[in-house]
């Protein structure tokens, strides 16, 4: 069993970010999304960069231009780069989609990590294309996801974003893990998104996901709440993503489903280590984790699924990105992360 984190990390330094992703993910590193370097690496704002006829609001409410003259030559331009990259391979157009240093201060030097570490596998992660659509307006402060135009706007430039990082990554001749962050598939099918279709969701995944596989790395979907976890599966994902400390037992739910999803190969990311409850994180202990995963583990055995199954197919990671958290608990998250996993190794 190996160990996987999230994403983000409070630290303001880069260098000590990477030093942490050393100590503790040196088989599967990731690169640290740090809010505290710049606001560009937030998460609702690391991947905006080369979106076409966007614009940022001085309330910092993020909106597409919908109403410049500019907007259906922009998208169209846009449209046919998209398709000359991913028909055509054509990966010098792809470099206008890159991330650069200011949206991430991290992604050189997390390359530089994998060639040092001889890394078979390495992370990298966008935002979901379920929470991005849901986060941005177009002119009018309506929400993109309700705009068939944005949201195929949206997957597309995620899929370049998650692309790019495949092309970075397979440089170093390690294989990638690109996770889809989508926190807000939690509210699918609640009166706030009541108009949005199950279908729609997942065929979003699935438009990024399969640009992910097709080209030699591998999917996951984090979601650190309640959801539907059919919608991930359905979609082809290839690695879910939960907060197994507080939501393990809505994963049995699916358990039918599931069980399906394991045999075929997919993988649980089980979020056993608390990051978003500061309390839960203070007290814990690879004792108290150790049990909560084989509780966590012991919901799945109830319904017919066989243990061996489930560990032999199974991460132990944070429950979701530590950036928010003081220092000292984050690290304390991600030691714990790497020691639980060498526990459960040696059992």
Not at 1 to 8: Q, Y
Not at 100 to 117: H, M, V
Not at 241 to 248: F, H, I, K, Q, T
Not at 297 to 317: A, D, H, P, R
Request: net charge neutral.
């Amino acid at each position: 069993m190996e160990c996987l984190a999230i994403g983000s990390l409070p630290y303001d330094n880069p260098l000590k970010a990477l030093s942490i992703v050393q100590r503790y993910f040196d088989k599967i590193p990731f690169w640290p999304q740090l809010a505290k370097v710049s606001k560009n690496e937030d998460m609702s704002f690391q991947f905006l960069e080369g979106m076409p006829s966007f614009f940022g609001s001085v309330d910092e409410i993020f909106r597409f231009d919908t109403e410049n003259t500019r907007f259906f030559d922009d998208l169209e331009q846009f449209f046919n780069n998209y398709e000359n990259i991913i028909k055509n391979k054509d990966y010098k157009l792809l470099q206008k989609y890159s991330i650069s240093e200011n949206f991430s201060s991290t992604f050189k030097p997390f390359l530089e990590l994998i060639i040092r570490n001889n890394c078979k596998y390495a992370k990298g992660q966008v935002i979901g294309p379920f929470t991005l659509a849901t986060t941005l307006t177009d002119a009018k402060n309506i929400c993109a996801v309700y705009d068939e135009t944005l949201r195929e706007l949206i997957v597309k430039m995620l899929s370049l974003k998650a692309l790019w990082q495949i092309i970075e990554i397979k440089k170093t001749n390690a294989i990638p893990i690109i996770f889809i962050d989508e926190p807000t598939i939690t509210q699918l099918g609640t009166s706030n998104y009541i108009t949005i279709s199950r279908d729609e969701v997942i065929n979003m995944l699935k438009d990024i996901s399969d640009i992910i596989k097709n080209n030699g790395g591998i999917s996951g979907v984090h979601c650190c709440g309640k959801c539907n976890w059919t919608v991930p599966i359905d979609a082809g994902i290839d690695i879910i993503s939960l907060d197994g400390y507080s939501y393990a037992e809505n994963l049995s739910i699916f358990h039918k489903e599931l069980k399906k999803f394991l045999e075929k190969g997919g993988k649980i990311a089980w979020g056993i280590v608390p990051t978003k409850d500061r309390k839960a994180l203070e007290t814990a202990d690879l004792k108290i984790l150790l049990e909560k995963f084989k509780k966590a583990v012991n919901y799945l055995t109830k319904k017919g699924i066989n243990e061996k199954l489930i560990i032999n197919n199974s991460f132990i990671t944070p429950t979701c990105g530590a950036g928010a958290l003081p220092e000292e608990l984050a690290e304390k998250a991600m030691r714990l992360t790497f020691e639980l996993k060498e526990r459960y190794n040696d059992n």
